[in-house]
T-cell receptor, first 118, second 113 residues
């Protein structure tokens, strides 16, 4: 069975600090996809990034960066120079092809509540 | 131009009632999903449909019945509502399979009293 662990339940930092959200996953699939979603206080779920298991290149998008390490089954997310608007719950998620490539849902971690204090 | 829409946004009802939540997507996606987010924010897949065909039914009580009249719509009907059904229900859609990014609706907050 697949599993996603986000060990940090809540992180609180002061604005402009850098912060890293950890994500560790378990899967028996050789092909799988990893995702990060943001859920701000307004409640919607916002897609941030998708990464496939064959692409270990790190990605940077503005102040956001992602570090994928297959050797440690981790897909960590760093926010540089955090801002109050980054305050949200962040979810790491995993999909796979274990059921024959059908429309599998995502397996979500329990989320990390990030609080950016002004 | 909402990509994935759900109605209603809030639903308050009494135990034992039957209710429906509607979902529509205008992204041209083939696959739609229902997720449940509990009071601790944990998100769990309930159902997925691909081209109107049920693909996943994840140990959900049979009081929950999804219906997909066409590729753009996936409705969720719940019979005999129980207190434990109180949650936020999210509809989502993606191209082809869950290996592609899913786009979520705004959620429906269901409160059963």
């Amino acid at each position: 069975a697949q599993k996603v662990t986000q060990a940090q339940t809540e992180i609180s930092v002061v604005e402009k600090e850098d912060v890293t959200l950890d994500c560790v996953y378990e899967t028996r699939d050789t092909t799988y996809y990893l995702f990060w979603y943001k859920q701000p206080p307004s409640g919607e779920l916002v897609f941030l990034i998708r990464r496939n298991s064959f692409d270990e290149q790190n990605e940077i998008s503005g102040r956001y960066s992602w570090n994928f390490q297959k050797s440690t089954s981790s897909f960590n997310f760093t926010i540089t120079a955090s801002q109050v608007v980054d305050s949200a719950v962040y979810f790491c998620a995993l999909s796979g092809t274990h059921s024959g490539g059908g429309a599998d849902g995502l397996t979500f971690g329990k989320g990390t509540h990030l609080i950016i204090q002004p | 131009d909402t990509a994935v829409s759900q109605t209603p946004k809030y639903l308050v009802t009494q135990m034992g009632n039957d209710k429906s939540i509607k979902c529509e997507q205008n992204l041209g996606h083939d696959t739609m999903y229902w997720y449940k987010q509990d009071s601790k924010k944990f998100l769990k897949i309930m159902f997925s449909y691909n081209n109107k065909e049920l693909i996943i039914n994840e140990t959900v009580p049979n009081r929950f019945s999804p219906k997909s009249p066409d590729k753009a719509h996936l409705n969720l009907h719940i019979n005999s509502l129980e207190l434990g059904d109180s949650a936020v229900y999210f509809c989502a859609s993606s191209r082809l399979t869950a290996n592609y990014e899913q786009y979520f609706g705004p959620g429906t907050r269901l409160t059963v009293t």
